[in-house]
């Protein structure tokens, strides 16, 4: 019994996913596409998503929803001139909220069209949210990344230890964290990448955050000649 329901399941899947696959095809002919609704318990796979990051390429999109996803016209006319080389930067704000497989798919994206400055400022992130955005981050090409910007989010201890990792491996030269309920513990696991960082970061901010000046003095002697400014406000 459990495994022909498990069996079931996966149809229905197939059968969800080929209904949205039909779907993205159909809107490459279409003159003009506003709303794509793929369907809420939907997860692209890699054809799909491959072929809609072509669709919002190609086509000016007002809304895309799919699984816990819901992307807006602002939202993917940035994606759009990412992906279309007329820009280098994300800056999403509170009115992102991709959703998990969102930011699965915005990890794929990434792979294609590494960016150069990344915002999403108080956003609400999830912390698998949070996750996915930082690996997106670690594995998109390039060494460098001028400015990261996720302030207002509750970051958590596996979102630290990911930027750890995340500073280890490029350069990131404006960090800002301000109001991310980030704690002193956090504070050193993330000097324990900045101090293994190549190069020097122009400034981290880190003001509203659960740490103390005395915190903040610690920090900056781990992190003593790597960083240019802290700004705690």
């Given at each position: 019994?459990?495994?022909?329901?498990?069996?079931?399941?996966?149809v229905y899947k197939w059968t969800l996913r080929q209904k949205a696959l039909q779907d993205i095809l159909a809107a490459y002919s279409m003159p003009r596409v506003d709303t794509l609704n793929l369907g809420n318990r939907l997860q692209l796979g890699q054809r799909g998503t491959n072929l809609l990051i072509d669709l919002i390429k190609s086509k000016n999109l007002k809304e895309v929803r799919f699984a816990d996803c819901v992307m807006k016209q602002t939202d993917l006319q940035k994606l759009r001139r990412l992906l279309n080389d007329e820009s280098e930067s994300l800056f999403f704000d509170e009115t992102f909220k991709f959703g998990f497989e969102g930011t699965v798919f915005l990890k794929n994206i990434l792979q294609r069209k590494p960016v150069k400055k990344f915002s999403a400022s108080n956003c609400g992130l999830s912390r698998l949210e949070i996750r996915n955005i930082i690996e997106a981050l670690y594995y998109m090409e390039g060494d460098e990344i001028l400015e990261l910007n996720l302030q207002g989010n509750r970051i958590g201890e596996e979102g630290i230890t990911l930027l750890r990792e995340?500073?280890?491996r490029k350069t990131v030269y404006k960090l800002v964290l301000a109001h991310c309920?980030?704690?002193?513990?956090?504070?050193?696991?993330?000097?324990?990448?900045?101090?293994?960082?190549?190069?020097?970061?122009d400034g981290i901010s880190l003001g509203g955050n659960l740490i103390s000046k005395k915190d903040i003095e610690f920090f900056k002697k781990s992190v003593d000649k790597k960083v240019r400014e802290i700004a705690q406000h």
């Open positions: 019994m459990k495994r022909g329901s498990r069996g079931s399941r996966e995340l500073l280890k309920y980030v704690t002193a513990s956090q504070l050193q696991v993330l000097a324990g990448g900045i101090t293994k960082m190549r190069g020097l970061m």
